[in-house]
Structures are given as C-alpha cells and as structure tokens.
C-alpha cells in the first residue's frame, strides 16, 4: 500500500463532504462543497464542484498529490466502470486513482466494514443497497423523485405540500401543515406555490426541505402528517423485507440519511415495521458516517483495512468534525 494522502468522498445531491488521511488512518482535514450527482446537474459542474473539495483537502494538507480518491456517488447505484471513471475524471483527475463507488454502498461500508448487510438510505432522494455472503450487491429504490425515491425526503415534502393543497380546496383533512406551507415558503395564498414550484430556479432540493414540517408535525401526533410518514415508512419496510428474504445473511440493518439521522423516531417507526414480518433485525446507525466508509472500502481494496486505522480513523474524525472547511 503506497504511502501517501487518501481521501474519502460522500457525494450527495445537495452537499459533498470529502476527507483527507494518512496511510495509517489518522483524518488530517475535511471539506465540504456543492453536490455532485451529475444527473441533475451535469458532469462538468459535478466535477467542479468535487474539485473544490479535494483541492481545498490538498491546500489544508500541504501537499499537491494524492494516493487514492474513493467517491460515494449519488448518481450510481453500483461500480463505476473504466469508461465511467473516465468521463467522470475528465482532465481534471486520474482516472487510474479514481474509485467511483455509489453512495449507498460507501454508507454501507461505515455500517458493515464489508460483511454482509442492507444500508436504508432516506435523504433528499432514497435508495437501499444490500451487500451478501457472495459480494453480490442488491438495490432497491433510487430512481428518483420523478420515478420514486418513496421514503425520501423530496416524497414526504411532496405529500405534505398536497395535503395542505388539499386541505385549501375542502377536499383534505385539517392540518398544520398548510400553516407550515405559507410559513416554510414564505408566502400569503397557497396558491402562489404554483410559480415558486415551476420556476426554473426552484429545485428538488429546496421542496424535500419542506419533509423537515411534515415529520416535525407527524411526531407531534398531526394525523396527516402521521400517516404520510406511515405510509413512507411501510414502503421503505416492504422493499428491505423483500431483500432480507432473499439475502437472509444481510440481518444488520442500517439506516442513514436526513429522515432518519434527525428524526430518531422514523428510524424507529421503520425498525417496528420491519421487525414485525422479519424477525431477528437489528436497525442502527453506521458506526461511521459515509466519507470515512469510503476510506474504509479503500483501505479495505488495498488488504489494509485493521483495527488500527478504524481506531485511528474514528479518533481523528471526531476530533475535526466539528470544525470542517466550508467551500
């Protein structure tokens, strides 16, 4: 294993956290930047936007080379292959030290350290990925919030938003959560979403931050609001109950992302789901967030994955995170 600065990459739709270490583990700085799922907003401004990230990391560290950038990316679902890598590299990195992986199995790698398991993922968009006995890796969701992503922060934002609508029209149920839809957009008639909505400017992202009210409100016992989160959920179960019964070695369950990592009870509400037509599941958070399970895949790829640079890794995270350089 080649010394030298290895750097692990969460690259999500909405932000990208990229973090630099040494061979032995030790997490020396960290960076964060504009998303980098090519699919919404292109390869050369996905490509700018990681730039950023990793030359900061370079700056901070002193240093104008790297051994290896391993890549959580949003835009897979599995192995980026050699022409994938290229395109992705362009002239701006080496494509022969450019390890695209998607971002569900780097989130994975912070749960199970390569052993067998499924990794929930239920953000701005959802997807799950489970890694079996035999290294296969199976995939539900991820399709995007045109086709799916059911779970996902974009889907509850969304029916939350109709229910208000709903709600305005005499055809919904009461809830607070046409209140939270004038409040959240800052607007005096709900019908004035319609051109916030539409506008060219406006983007997925911003309308999945409005799921904040919706499981806000469905925590405090809002019934709409409880029931969008329910039927999320029980989706989001089926589809991990339909990979356990095929995979049954993938018995540790994990589940990342903002629905879950600032939402404790819909990690819970999920974990009953689940439990009650799967027995023996455990459902946790990762040990280790995304960016450094992509430097536990790497470390890993290289036969250097020991107790030592796990230690050295969580240890030297923790102690910067909290302080990490915004781009």
């Known amino acids: 294993m080649e010394s030298g600065l290895w750097i692990g990459v969460d690259g999500g739709g909405t932000h990208t956290t990229a973090i630099a270490a040494r061979e032995d583990g030790t997490v020396l700085a960290a960076a964060v930047s504009g998303g980098?799922?090519?699919?919404?907003?292109?390869?050369?401004?996905?490509r700018e936007n990681l730039s950023r990230a990793?030359?900061?990391?370079?700056?901070?560290?002193?240093?104008?080379s790297y051994t290896s950038l391993c890549v959580g990316l949003s835009a897979l679902d599995r192995e980026a292959d050699?022409?994938?890598r290229a395109a992705f590299a362009g002239n701006v990195f080496d494509p022969e030290r450019l390890d695209l992986q998607s971002d569900a199995y780097t989130a994975l790698m912070g749960l199970t350290l390569g052993a067998p398991g499924l990794i929930i993922i239920c953000g701005t968009g959802s997807i799950m990925l489970a890694l079996g006995n035999d290294g296969?890796?199976?995939?539900?969701?991820?399709?995007?919030?045109?086709?799916?992503?059911?779970?996902?922060g974009y889907?509850?934002?969304?029916?939350?938003i109709r229910a208000a609508i709903d709600m305005s029209?005499?055809?919904?149920?009461?809830?607070?959560?046409?209140?939270?839809?004038l409040r959240f957009f800052d607007l005096q008639n709900l019908r004035d979403l319609i051109a916030r909505v539409y506008s060219p400017a406006f983007s997925t992202e911003q309308l999945a931050q409005f799921a904040r009210s919706v499981l806000r409100r469905a925590e405090e016992g809002d019934a709409v609001a409880l029931r969008i989160v329910r039927r999320n959920m029980k989706h989001v179960a089926e589809?991990?109950?339909?990979?356990l019964r095929s995979a049954p070695e993938c018995s540790r369950v994990g589940v990342y992302g903002g629905v879950f990592t600032h939402?404790?009870?819909?990690?819970?509400?999920?974990?009953?789901?689940?439990?009650?037509?799967?027995?023996?599941?455990?459902?946790?958070?990762?040990?280790y967030p995304p960016e450094l399970g992509a430097l536990i895949h790497a470390y890993r790829r290289g036969g250097a994955l020991t107790g030592k640079r796990l230690r050295n890794l969580k240890e030297s995270y923790s102690a910067i995170s909290e302080n990490k350089n915004r781009l």
């Open 36 to 46: 980098i799922n090519y699919n919404n907003i292109g390869l050369d401004k996905a």
């Open 263 to 287: 939402n404790p009870f819909v990690a819970t509400m999920l974990g009953e789901m689940l439990g009650s037509v799967v027995s023996g599941v455990s459902v946790s958070l990762p040990e």
């Open 136 to 152: 296969r890796q199976i995939v539900r969701g991820g399709w995007g919030h045109l086709l799916g992503d059911i779970g996902s």
């Open 54 to 64: 990793v030359n900061e990391l370079l700056s901070v560290c002193k240093t104008k």
């Open 239 to 243: 589809q991990a109950a339909d990979i």
């Open 82 to 84: 050699a022409t994938e």
């Open 169 to 181: 029209e005499g055809v919904g149920e009461s809830t607070a959560l046409s209140d939270d839809a």
């Open 155 to 160: 889907a509850i934002a969304l029916e939350g």
